[in-house]
Protein backbone atom coordinates (compact mmCIF):
# COMPACT_ATOMS: atom_id res chain seq x y z
CA UNK A 1 0.00 0.00 0.00
CA UNK A 2 1.11 3.53 -1.40
CA UNK A 3 1.93 6.38 1.58
CA UNK A 4 -0.90 8.11 -0.45
CA UNK A 5 -3.24 5.44 0.01
CA UNK A 6 -2.44 4.94 3.73
CA UNK A 7 -2.74 8.46 4.06
CA UNK A 8 -6.39 8.23 2.90
CA UNK A 9 -7.36 4.91 4.91
CA UNK A 10 -6.19 7.24 8.25
CA UNK A 11 -8.76 9.78 7.07
CA UNK A 12 -11.60 7.47 6.22
CA UNK A 13 -10.83 6.20 9.40
CA UNK A 14 -11.50 10.01 11.04
CA UNK A 15 -14.31 10.10 9.35
CA UNK A 16 -16.01 7.06 10.67
CA UNK A 17 -15.24 7.97 13.93
CA UNK A 18 -16.78 11.71 13.31
CA UNK A 19 -19.78 10.11 11.97
CA UNK A 20 -20.48 8.21 14.40
CA UNK A 21 -20.09 11.11 17.15
CA UNK A 22 -16.89 9.15 18.52
CA UNK A 23 -14.36 11.39 17.95
CA UNK A 24 -16.63 13.18 21.21
CA UNK A 25 -15.84 9.93 22.99
CA UNK A 26 -12.44 9.83 22.56
CA UNK A 27 -11.61 13.09 23.59
CA UNK A 28 -13.80 12.76 26.76
CA UNK A 29 -11.40 9.84 27.93
CA UNK A 30 -8.51 10.29 30.22
CA UNK A 31 -6.19 9.98 28.04
CA UNK A 32 -7.30 12.90 26.00
CA UNK A 33 -8.61 14.87 28.27
CA UNK A 34 -5.79 18.04 28.11
CA UNK A 35 -6.59 18.23 24.58
CA UNK A 36 -10.79 17.84 24.92
CA UNK A 37 -11.27 21.62 24.15
CA UNK A 38 -10.48 20.86 20.34
CA UNK A 39 -14.33 19.59 20.42
CA UNK A 40 -15.46 23.15 20.63
CA UNK A 41 -13.22 23.87 17.63
CA UNK A 42 -14.80 21.44 15.22
CA UNK A 43 -17.34 22.81 12.93
CA UNK A 44 -19.30 19.67 12.69
CA UNK A 45 -19.98 19.67 16.79
CA UNK A 46 -21.21 23.45 16.68
CA UNK A 47 -24.67 21.67 15.75
CA UNK A 48 -26.29 20.13 19.01
CA UNK A 49 -28.01 16.44 17.99
CA UNK A 50 -28.86 13.48 20.07
CA UNK A 51 -26.82 10.63 19.18
CA UNK A 52 -27.37 6.89 19.12
CA UNK A 53 -26.67 5.18 22.27
CA UNK A 54 -22.81 5.31 22.64
CA UNK A 55 -22.49 0.91 22.34
CA UNK A 56 -24.92 1.10 19.10
CA UNK A 57 -22.45 4.14 17.59
CA UNK A 58 -18.92 2.09 18.67
CA UNK A 59 -20.00 -1.35 17.27
CA UNK A 60 -21.16 0.07 13.98
CA UNK A 61 -18.18 1.62 13.47
CA UNK A 62 -16.14 -1.06 14.36
CA UNK A 63 -18.40 -3.04 11.62
CA UNK A 64 -17.98 -0.58 8.80
CA UNK A 65 -14.07 0.23 9.32
CA UNK A 66 -13.56 -3.98 8.78
CA UNK A 67 -12.71 -7.22 10.39
CA UNK A 68 -9.56 -6.06 11.40
CA UNK A 69 -11.63 -3.53 13.90
CA UNK A 70 -14.38 -6.09 14.43
CA UNK A 71 -11.50 -8.37 15.83
CA UNK A 72 -11.05 -5.91 18.57
CA UNK A 73 -14.14 -5.25 19.92
CA UNK A 74 -14.41 -9.17 19.77
CA UNK A 75 -11.31 -8.99 22.29
CA UNK A 76 -12.71 -6.80 24.53
CA UNK A 77 -16.59 -7.35 24.16
CA UNK A 78 -15.47 -10.08 27.20
CA UNK A 79 -14.11 -6.99 30.16
CA UNK A 80 -16.81 -6.32 31.43
CA UNK A 81 -14.12 -4.89 34.37
CA UNK A 82 -12.10 -2.85 31.99
CA UNK A 83 -15.23 -1.11 29.94
CA UNK A 84 -18.83 0.02 30.74
CA UNK A 85 -21.69 -3.16 30.74
CA UNK A 86 -23.97 -1.07 27.80
CA UNK A 87 -21.02 -1.10 25.41
CA UNK A 88 -19.47 -4.34 26.42
CA UNK A 89 -23.21 -6.06 25.79
CA UNK A 90 -23.16 -4.12 22.45
CA UNK A 91 -19.84 -5.84 21.57
CA UNK A 92 -20.73 -9.02 21.87
CA UNK A 93 -22.92 -8.73 18.81
CA UNK A 94 -19.65 -8.81 16.83
CA UNK A 95 -19.09 -12.48 18.23
CA UNK A 96 -21.60 -14.12 15.68
CA UNK A 97 -23.86 -11.40 14.56
CA UNK A 98 -21.66 -9.04 12.06
CA UNK A 99 -24.59 -7.99 9.40
CA UNK A 100 -24.04 -11.42 6.75
CA UNK A 101 -23.07 -11.56 2.82
CA UNK A 102 -26.24 -12.62 0.27
CA UNK A 103 -27.35 -15.96 0.34
CA UNK A 104 -26.38 -15.95 -3.03
CA UNK A 105 -22.80 -14.96 -2.85
CA UNK A 106 -22.70 -17.94 -0.40
CA UNK A 107 -23.60 -20.05 -3.06
CA UNK A 108 -21.60 -19.18 -5.73
CA UNK A 109 -18.66 -19.36 -3.11
CA UNK A 110 -19.27 -22.92 -2.09
CA UNK A 111 -20.02 -23.71 -5.93
CA UNK A 112 -16.69 -22.35 -7.13
CA UNK A 113 -14.88 -24.13 -4.81
CA UNK A 114 -16.07 -27.74 -5.45
CA UNK A 115 -16.99 -27.48 -8.81
CA UNK A 116 -20.57 -28.77 -8.20
CA UNK A 117 -23.83 -27.14 -7.39
CA UNK A 118 -25.23 -27.00 -3.68
CA UNK A 119 -28.18 -29.29 -4.44
CA UNK A 120 -25.13 -31.57 -5.32
CA UNK A 121 -23.17 -31.57 -2.12
CA UNK A 122 -25.71 -31.05 0.17
CA UNK A 123 -29.87 -32.76 0.73
CA UNK A 124 -31.13 -29.36 2.20
CA UNK A 125 -28.65 -26.13 2.42
CA UNK A 126 -30.17 -23.24 5.00
CA UNK A 127 -30.41 -19.62 2.91
CA UNK A 128 -30.04 -17.80 6.26
CA UNK A 129 -26.98 -18.15 7.66
CA UNK A 130 -27.62 -18.43 12.01
CA UNK A 131 -24.04 -17.25 12.39
CA UNK A 132 -22.16 -14.15 11.12
CA UNK A 133 -18.37 -13.21 12.07
CA UNK A 134 -15.94 -10.96 11.04
CA UNK A 135 -14.00 -13.87 8.76
CA UNK A 136 -16.95 -15.94 7.87
CA UNK A 137 -20.42 -17.18 8.40
CA UNK A 138 -22.08 -19.92 8.85
CA UNK A 139 -25.19 -21.69 7.36
CA UNK A 140 -26.60 -25.33 8.45
CA UNK A 141 -27.31 -27.59 5.99
CA UNK A 142 -27.85 -31.68 5.74
CA UNK A 143 -25.52 -34.37 3.99
CA UNK A 144 -27.47 -37.13 1.94
CA UNK A 145 -26.25 -39.46 4.36
CA UNK A 146 -28.24 -37.84 6.72
CA UNK A 147 -25.96 -36.05 8.75
CA UNK A 148 -26.77 -32.75 10.28
CA UNK A 149 -23.99 -30.34 9.75
CA UNK A 150 -22.72 -26.76 9.45
CA UNK A 151 -20.97 -24.93 6.20
CA UNK A 152 -18.49 -22.35 6.86
CA UNK A 153 -17.69 -20.03 4.29
CA UNK A 154 -15.11 -17.43 4.03
CA UNK A 155 -16.31 -13.99 3.44
CA UNK A 156 -15.48 -13.10 -0.50
CA UNK A 157 -12.41 -10.64 -1.10
CA UNK A 158 -11.52 -10.25 2.45
CA UNK A 159 -8.17 -10.54 2.13
CA UNK A 160 -7.19 -7.06 0.40
CA UNK A 161 -9.05 -5.62 3.16
CA UNK A 162 -7.03 -7.58 5.90
CA UNK A 163 -3.89 -6.89 3.90
CA UNK A 164 -4.38 -2.93 3.67
CA UNK A 165 -5.48 -2.39 7.35
CA UNK A 166 -2.37 -4.74 8.45
CA UNK A 167 0.17 -2.35 6.40
CA UNK A 168 -1.98 0.43 8.41
CA UNK A 169 -1.22 -1.04 11.76
CA UNK A 170 2.70 -1.80 10.60
CA UNK A 171 2.95 1.90 9.91
CA UNK A 172 1.69 3.18 12.95
CA UNK A 173 3.43 0.56 15.10
CA UNK A 174 6.80 1.58 13.40
CA UNK A 175 5.99 5.58 14.64
CA UNK A 176 5.26 4.02 17.83
CA UNK A 177 8.68 2.78 18.58
CA UNK A 178 10.77 5.51 16.86
CA UNK A 179 8.97 8.16 18.42
CA UNK A 180 7.61 6.52 21.81
CA UNK A 181 10.40 5.54 24.51
CA UNK A 182 8.65 2.13 25.44
CA UNK A 183 7.69 1.83 22.02
CA UNK A 184 10.94 -0.70 21.58
CA UNK A 185 10.26 -2.35 25.02
CA UNK A 186 6.54 -2.99 23.86
CA UNK A 187 8.19 -4.16 20.62
CA UNK A 188 4.69 -2.75 18.64
CA UNK A 189 6.04 -4.27 14.96
CA UNK A 190 7.00 -8.25 15.96
CA UNK A 191 3.16 -7.88 17.97
CA UNK A 192 1.45 -6.62 14.64
CA UNK A 193 3.49 -9.29 12.85
CA UNK A 194 2.23 -11.74 15.04
CA UNK A 195 -1.29 -10.75 14.80
CA UNK A 196 -0.87 -10.96 10.84
CA UNK A 197 -0.01 -14.09 10.69
CA UNK A 198 -2.67 -15.02 13.05
CA UNK A 199 -4.98 -13.65 11.07
CA UNK A 200 -3.70 -14.88 7.79
CA UNK A 201 -3.74 -18.17 8.86
CA UNK A 202 -7.43 -17.71 10.07
CA UNK A 203 -8.47 -17.52 6.37
CA UNK A 204 -7.45 -20.76 5.90
CA UNK A 205 -10.40 -23.20 7.13
CA UNK A 206 -8.02 -25.95 5.64
CA UNK A 207 -6.14 -25.04 8.79
CA UNK A 208 -8.81 -24.89 10.89
CA UNK A 209 -10.18 -28.35 10.17
CA UNK A 210 -6.47 -29.07 11.00
CA UNK A 211 -6.82 -27.40 14.45
CA UNK A 212 -10.05 -28.84 15.09
CA UNK A 213 -8.87 -32.97 14.17
CA UNK A 214 -5.86 -31.95 16.68
CA UNK A 215 -7.88 -30.40 19.70
CA UNK A 216 -10.33 -33.47 18.82
CA UNK A 217 -7.88 -35.91 19.42
CA UNK A 218 -6.14 -33.99 22.33
CA UNK A 219 -9.70 -34.83 24.36
CA UNK A 220 -10.85 -37.64 22.70
CA UNK A 221 -11.64 -39.20 26.28
CA UNK A 222 -12.48 -36.20 28.11
CA UNK A 223 -15.44 -35.81 30.17
CA UNK A 224 -14.66 -32.09 30.19
CA UNK A 225 -14.92 -30.91 26.30
CA UNK A 226 -16.34 -32.08 23.38
CA UNK A 227 -14.58 -31.13 19.78
CA UNK A 228 -17.44 -31.31 16.62
CA UNK A 229 -15.44 -34.00 13.90
CA UNK A 230 -14.56 -32.50 10.47
CA UNK A 231 -16.10 -33.61 7.53
CA UNK A 232 -12.88 -33.97 5.77
CA UNK A 233 -14.39 -35.18 2.39
CA UNK A 234 -16.20 -31.58 1.83
CA UNK A 235 -13.72 -29.34 3.00
CA UNK A 236 -11.70 -26.94 1.24
CA UNK A 237 -9.84 -23.77 1.77
CA UNK A 238 -12.43 -21.19 1.88
CA UNK A 239 -15.54 -23.82 3.10
CA UNK A 240 -15.77 -25.82 5.70
CA UNK A 241 -18.01 -28.43 6.82
CA UNK A 242 -18.26 -29.33 10.59
CA UNK A 243 -20.67 -31.67 12.51
CA UNK A 244 -23.74 -29.59 13.96
CA UNK A 245 -23.50 -28.98 17.56
CA UNK A 246 -26.74 -27.89 20.02
CA UNK A 247 -25.89 -26.31 23.12
CA UNK A 248 -26.32 -23.39 25.56
CA UNK A 249 -24.45 -20.24 24.27
CA UNK A 250 -21.96 -19.88 27.54
CA UNK A 251 -23.06 -16.44 27.60
CA UNK A 252 -26.91 -17.12 28.20
CA UNK A 253 -26.39 -17.58 32.34
CA UNK A 254 -30.14 -17.69 32.71
CA UNK A 255 -30.52 -20.48 30.57
CA UNK A 256 -27.31 -22.45 31.98
CA UNK A 257 -29.28 -21.98 35.77
CA UNK A 258 -32.67 -23.53 34.20
CA UNK A 259 -30.74 -26.76 33.09
CA UNK A 260 -29.46 -26.85 36.87
CA UNK A 261 -25.83 -26.56 35.33
CA UNK A 262 -23.47 -25.94 38.36
CA UNK A 263 -21.87 -22.38 37.39
CA UNK A 264 -19.18 -22.65 39.93
CA UNK A 265 -17.80 -26.24 38.35
CA UNK A 266 -18.20 -25.00 35.01
CA UNK A 267 -15.49 -21.88 35.83
CA UNK A 268 -13.27 -24.19 37.91
CA UNK A 269 -13.53 -26.64 34.66
CA UNK A 270 -12.69 -23.94 32.34
CA UNK A 271 -9.83 -22.93 33.96
CA UNK A 272 -8.39 -26.48 33.97
CA UNK A 273 -9.16 -26.87 30.43
CA UNK A 274 -6.86 -24.08 29.72
CA UNK A 275 -4.20 -25.31 31.49
CA UNK A 276 -4.35 -28.76 30.20
CA UNK A 277 -4.26 -27.32 26.73
CA UNK A 278 -1.04 -24.79 27.42
CA UNK A 279 1.11 -27.26 29.32
CA UNK A 280 0.02 -30.75 28.76
CA UNK A 281 -1.09 -30.16 25.02
CA UNK A 282 1.53 -26.49 24.33
CA UNK A 283 -1.64 -26.03 21.94
CA UNK A 284 -4.53 -24.08 22.87
CA UNK A 285 -7.62 -22.42 21.51
CA UNK A 286 -7.16 -19.14 21.29
CA UNK A 287 -10.38 -17.75 20.07
CA UNK A 288 -12.59 -18.47 23.03
CA UNK A 289 -15.09 -15.33 23.13
CA UNK A 290 -18.25 -16.73 24.55
CA UNK A 291 -19.57 -16.64 20.43
CA UNK A 292 -17.46 -19.48 20.20
CA UNK A 293 -17.93 -21.52 23.34
CA UNK A 294 -21.48 -23.47 24.04
CA UNK A 295 -22.25 -25.93 27.06
CA UNK A 296 -24.24 -29.71 26.76
CA UNK A 297 -27.40 -30.05 28.79
CA UNK A 298 -25.20 -32.41 31.21
CA UNK A 299 -22.80 -29.61 31.73
CA UNK A 300 -19.98 -30.27 28.82
CA UNK A 301 -18.44 -27.49 27.03
CA UNK A 302 -18.49 -27.52 23.39
CA UNK A 303 -16.04 -25.92 21.65
CA UNK A 304 -16.40 -23.98 17.90
CA UNK A 305 -13.91 -22.37 15.30
CA UNK A 306 -10.45 -23.57 15.61
CA UNK A 307 -8.92 -20.88 13.35
CA UNK A 308 -7.05 -19.30 15.90
CA UNK A 309 -5.24 -21.66 17.90
CA UNK A 310 -1.72 -21.03 19.88
CA UNK A 311 1.50 -22.94 20.77
CA UNK A 312 4.21 -22.58 23.30
CA UNK A 313 8.22 -23.76 22.72
CA UNK A 314 9.04 -26.16 25.32
CA UNK A 315 11.51 -23.20 26.65
CA UNK A 316 8.10 -20.73 26.99
CA UNK A 317 6.07 -23.30 28.45
CA UNK A 318 8.60 -24.33 31.20
CA UNK A 319 9.20 -20.23 32.46
CA UNK A 320 5.56 -19.83 32.26
CA UNK A 321 4.64 -22.77 34.53
CA UNK A 322 7.39 -22.51 36.68
CA UNK A 323 6.27 -18.49 37.19
CA UNK A 324 2.70 -19.03 37.59
CA UNK A 325 3.43 -21.45 40.41
CA UNK A 326 5.72 -19.43 41.71
CA UNK A 327 3.29 -16.22 41.46
CA UNK A 328 0.86 -18.99 43.58
CA UNK A 329 3.50 -19.88 45.69
CA UNK A 330 3.90 -15.89 46.53
CA UNK A 331 7.78 -16.21 45.65
CA UNK A 332 8.51 -13.05 43.96
CA UNK A 333 12.47 -13.57 44.50
CA UNK A 334 11.74 -16.56 42.26
CA UNK A 335 9.35 -14.87 39.93
CA UNK A 336 12.23 -12.07 39.23
CA UNK A 337 14.93 -14.77 38.99
CA UNK A 338 12.65 -16.61 36.43
CA UNK A 339 12.12 -13.21 34.21
CA UNK A 340 16.11 -12.57 34.26
CA UNK A 341 16.91 -16.12 33.54
CA UNK A 342 14.37 -15.86 30.78
CA UNK A 343 16.20 -12.64 28.90
CA UNK A 344 12.75 -11.13 29.48
CA UNK A 345 14.62 -8.38 31.74
CA UNK A 346 18.03 -7.29 31.49
CA UNK A 347 20.54 -9.58 32.78
CA UNK A 348 21.95 -6.77 34.87
CA UNK A 349 18.85 -6.26 36.77
CA UNK A 350 19.01 -6.13 40.50
CA UNK A 351 16.69 -9.07 41.69
CA UNK A 352 15.91 -7.42 45.31
CA UNK A 353 14.87 -4.38 43.26
CA UNK A 354 12.68 -6.09 40.75
CA UNK A 355 11.37 -8.89 43.62
CA UNK A 356 10.19 -5.34 45.43
CA UNK A 357 8.04 -3.96 42.47
CA UNK A 358 6.55 -7.58 41.69
CA UNK A 359 5.52 -7.84 45.37
CA UNK A 360 4.25 -4.44 45.55
CA UNK A 361 1.91 -5.06 42.35
CA UNK A 362 1.01 -8.86 42.92
CA UNK A 363 0.37 -9.03 46.94
CA UNK A 364 -2.63 -7.00 47.49
CA UNK A 365 -4.90 -9.21 44.71
CA UNK A 366 -4.08 -12.76 46.64
CA UNK A 367 -7.10 -14.42 48.34
CA UNK A 368 -9.29 -12.41 46.70
CA UNK A 369 -12.44 -13.57 44.01
CA UNK A 370 -12.27 -11.99 40.55
CA UNK A 371 -14.86 -9.66 41.46
CA UNK A 372 -13.22 -8.12 43.88
CA UNK A 373 -9.51 -7.70 41.63
CA UNK A 374 -9.35 -4.73 39.58
CA UNK A 375 -7.44 -6.18 36.36
CA UNK A 376 -7.53 -2.62 34.57
CA UNK A 377 -5.45 -1.25 37.79
CA UNK A 378 -3.42 -4.13 38.02
CA UNK A 379 -2.24 -4.01 34.05
CA UNK A 380 -1.70 -0.80 34.58
CA UNK A 381 1.17 -1.57 37.43
CA UNK A 382 2.57 -4.54 35.76
CA UNK A 383 3.40 -2.12 32.49
CA UNK A 384 4.98 0.43 34.68
CA UNK A 385 6.70 -1.88 36.37
CA UNK A 386 7.70 -3.23 32.54
CA UNK A 387 8.80 0.06 31.65
CA UNK A 388 11.09 0.87 34.80
CA UNK A 389 12.56 -2.29 34.63
CA UNK A 390 13.16 -2.12 30.33
CA UNK A 391 10.96 -5.63 30.23
CA UNK A 392 10.27 -6.39 26.60
CA UNK A 393 7.23 -7.93 25.25
CA UNK A 394 7.08 -11.66 24.18
CA UNK A 395 5.45 -11.36 20.90
CA UNK A 396 4.77 -15.30 20.72
CA UNK A 397 3.28 -15.04 24.25
CA UNK A 398 0.44 -12.55 22.96
CA UNK A 399 -2.30 -14.85 21.95
CA UNK A 400 -1.65 -16.16 25.13
CA UNK A 401 -2.57 -13.40 26.78
CA UNK A 402 -5.56 -12.44 24.94
CA UNK A 403 -7.02 -16.36 25.90
CA UNK A 404 -6.45 -15.35 29.55
CA UNK A 405 -8.43 -11.94 29.15
CA UNK A 406 -11.22 -14.34 27.45
CA UNK A 407 -11.17 -16.81 30.29
CA UNK A 408 -11.27 -13.77 33.04
CA UNK A 409 -13.90 -12.84 31.16
CA UNK A 410 -15.65 -15.71 31.02
CA UNK A 411 -15.37 -16.61 34.54
CA UNK A 412 -16.69 -12.96 35.65
CA UNK A 413 -19.65 -13.96 34.10
CA UNK A 414 -20.49 -17.29 35.17
CA UNK A 415 -18.78 -17.43 38.73
CA UNK A 416 -17.71 -13.73 40.24
CA UNK A 417 -16.38 -15.59 43.16
CA UNK A 418 -14.11 -18.14 41.43
CA UNK A 419 -10.83 -18.12 42.88
CA UNK A 420 -8.08 -18.68 40.03
CA UNK A 421 -5.00 -19.06 42.22
CA UNK A 422 -6.73 -22.19 43.85
CA UNK A 423 -8.30 -23.29 41.21
CA UNK A 424 -5.24 -23.84 38.90
CA UNK A 425 -2.31 -24.45 41.36
CA UNK A 426 -2.66 -28.35 41.98
CA UNK A 427 -2.64 -28.53 38.19
CA UNK A 428 0.32 -26.76 37.44
CA UNK A 429 1.97 -28.36 40.59
CA UNK A 430 1.06 -32.16 39.10
CA UNK A 431 2.28 -30.65 35.65
CA UNK A 432 5.76 -29.40 36.82
CA UNK A 433 6.44 -32.90 39.10
CA UNK A 434 5.64 -35.05 35.98
CA UNK A 435 8.45 -32.42 33.93
CA UNK A 436 11.17 -33.09 36.57
CA UNK A 437 10.83 -36.22 38.01
CA UNK A 438 12.26 -39.84 37.70
CA UNK A 439 9.82 -40.71 34.65
CA UNK A 440 10.65 -37.28 32.59
CA UNK A 441 14.50 -38.00 32.57
CA UNK A 442 13.87 -41.38 31.71
CA UNK A 443 11.40 -40.06 29.03
CA UNK A 444 14.03 -37.48 27.58
CA UNK A 445 16.87 -39.99 27.75
CA UNK A 446 14.64 -42.14 25.30
CA UNK A 447 13.81 -39.55 22.88
CA UNK A 448 16.95 -38.26 22.86
CA UNK A 449 19.95 -41.50 22.89
CA UNK A 450 19.13 -42.01 19.10
CA UNK A 451 19.90 -38.34 18.80
CA UNK A 452 23.40 -38.46 20.54
CA UNK A 453 24.26 -41.89 19.01
CA UNK A 454 24.28 -40.26 15.84
CA UNK A 455 25.99 -37.05 16.69
CA UNK A 456 28.84 -38.34 19.39
CA UNK A 457 30.75 -39.42 16.44
CA UNK A 458 31.29 -35.66 14.98
CA UNK A 459 31.71 -33.96 18.21
CA UNK A 460 35.66 -33.90 18.28
CA UNK A 461 35.59 -32.47 15.10
CA UNK A 462 33.03 -29.85 15.66
CA UNK A 463 34.81 -28.87 18.53
CA UNK A 464 38.06 -28.46 16.69
CA UNK A 465 35.88 -26.11 13.50
CA UNK A 466 35.26 -23.66 16.83
CA UNK A 467 38.18 -23.53 18.12
CA UNK A 468 39.96 -22.99 14.96
CA UNK A 469 37.53 -19.99 14.25
CA UNK A 470 37.87 -18.30 17.35
CA UNK A 471 41.57 -18.61 16.57
CA UNK A 472 41.19 -16.64 13.26
CA UNK A 473 38.84 -14.13 14.11
CA UNK A 474 35.77 -15.54 12.22
CA UNK A 475 33.60 -15.39 15.20
CA UNK A 476 34.01 -11.38 15.95
CA UNK A 477 30.86 -9.98 15.36
CA UNK A 478 31.85 -7.11 13.80
CA UNK A 479 29.67 -3.79 11.74
CA UNK A 480 31.09 -3.13 8.18
CA UNK A 481 31.39 0.08 5.92
CA UNK A 482 27.94 -0.89 4.31
CA UNK A 483 26.44 -1.45 7.42
CA UNK A 484 27.23 1.60 9.01
CA UNK A 485 26.25 4.05 6.18
CA UNK A 486 22.69 2.06 6.19
CA UNK A 487 22.46 3.34 9.74
CA UNK A 488 23.52 6.75 8.97
CA UNK A 489 21.16 6.78 6.01
CA UNK A 490 18.51 5.87 8.15
CA UNK A 491 19.12 8.39 10.34
CA UNK A 492 18.92 11.27 8.33
CA UNK A 493 16.27 10.27 6.25
CA UNK A 494 13.81 9.91 10.18
CA UNK A 495 15.10 13.83 10.67
CA UNK A 496 13.59 14.57 7.34
CA UNK A 497 10.57 12.92 7.70
CA UNK A 498 10.19 14.22 11.50
CA UNK A 499 10.48 18.30 10.26
CA UNK A 500 8.23 17.57 6.71
CA UNK A 501 5.44 15.72 9.56
CA UNK A 502 5.12 18.75 11.66
CA UNK A 503 5.07 21.60 8.86
CA UNK A 504 2.71 19.44 6.95
CA UNK A 505 0.53 19.24 10.17
CA UNK A 506 0.74 23.05 10.87
CA UNK A 507 -0.30 23.84 7.33
CA UNK A 508 -3.40 21.35 7.57
CA UNK A 509 -4.02 22.83 10.87
CA UNK A 510 -3.98 26.41 9.30
CA UNK A 511 -6.35 25.21 6.58
CA UNK A 512 -8.88 23.96 8.85
CA UNK A 513 -8.90 26.81 11.56
CA UNK A 514 -9.27 29.27 8.61
CA UNK A 515 -12.26 27.17 6.69
CA UNK A 516 -13.77 26.55 10.36
CA UNK A 517 -13.79 30.61 11.17
CA UNK A 518 -14.89 32.00 7.84
CA UNK A 519 -16.34 29.51 5.64
CA UNK A 520 -18.22 26.91 7.67
CA UNK A 521 -21.26 29.25 7.13
CA UNK A 522 -20.76 28.95 3.43
CA UNK A 523 -22.66 26.53 1.73
CA UNK A 524 -20.97 26.78 -1.79
CA UNK A 525 -17.12 25.26 -1.40
CA UNK A 526 -15.58 27.44 -3.43
CA UNK A 527 -16.46 30.04 -1.27
CA UNK A 528 -13.82 28.96 1.14
CA UNK A 529 -11.01 31.65 1.66
CA UNK A 530 -8.15 30.62 -1.33
CA UNK A 531 -5.65 30.63 1.09
CA UNK A 532 -7.00 27.90 2.78
CA UNK A 533 -7.27 25.76 -0.38
CA UNK A 534 -3.63 26.48 -0.67
CA UNK A 535 -2.29 25.67 2.79
CA UNK A 536 -4.82 22.47 2.77
CA UNK A 537 -2.91 21.33 -0.50
CA UNK A 538 0.30 21.70 0.48
CA UNK A 539 -0.30 20.26 4.15
CA UNK A 540 -1.19 17.46 2.53
CA UNK A 541 1.28 17.07 0.15
CA UNK A 542 4.01 17.64 3.42
CA UNK A 543 2.29 14.48 5.25
CA UNK A 544 2.16 12.18 2.36
CA UNK A 545 5.97 13.11 1.21
CA UNK A 546 6.66 12.37 4.89
CA UNK A 547 4.60 9.45 5.83
CA UNK A 548 6.39 6.49 6.90
CA UNK A 549 7.44 3.23 5.11
CA UNK A 550 6.69 -0.19 5.74
CA UNK A 551 8.97 -0.81 8.21
CA UNK A 552 9.03 -4.49 6.69
CA UNK A 553 11.00 -3.01 3.88
Known amino acids: MSAFTQFFRFLYIGWVLVRYRLDVLLLASPLFRPISWVQHALPWNWVRRKPANRGIRIRMALEELGPIFVKFGQIISTRRDLIPDDIASELTKLQDQVPPFPDEVSRQLIESAYGR??????????????????????????????????????????????????????????????????????????????????????????REAANASQLRRNFSDSKLIYVPEIHWKFSHQSVLVMERISGIPISDIEALRKHNINLQQLAEQGVEIFFTQVFRDSFFHADMHPGN?????????????FGIMGSLNESDQRYL????????????RRVAQLHIDSGWVDKNTRVDEFEAAIRTVLEPIFDRPLKDISFGQLLLRLFQVARR???????????LQKTLLNIEGLGRQLYPDLDLWKTAKPFLERWMSEQIGPRSFIKHVKENAPMWAEHLPKLPNLIFDVIQQAKTGKLKVSLDDAQISSIQQQLKRNSRRSFLTILGTGLFLSATIIFALDGYS????????????????????????????????
Not at 120 to 147: D, K, R
Not at 180 to 198: I, M, N, P, S, Y
Not at 389 to 399: A, H, I, S
Open 522 to 553: KTMLWNMPYISWVLGGVGITLLVVAWPKDPRK
Open 293 to 305: IFVSNEGKYIAVD
Open 321 to 332: AENFLAFFNRDY
Open 389 to 399: FNMEVQPQLVL
Open 117 to 206: SVQELFASFEATPFASASIAQVHGAVLHSGEEVIVKVVRPNILPTIQRDINLLYTIAAGVERHWKAGKQLRVVDVVAEFEKTIIDELNLM
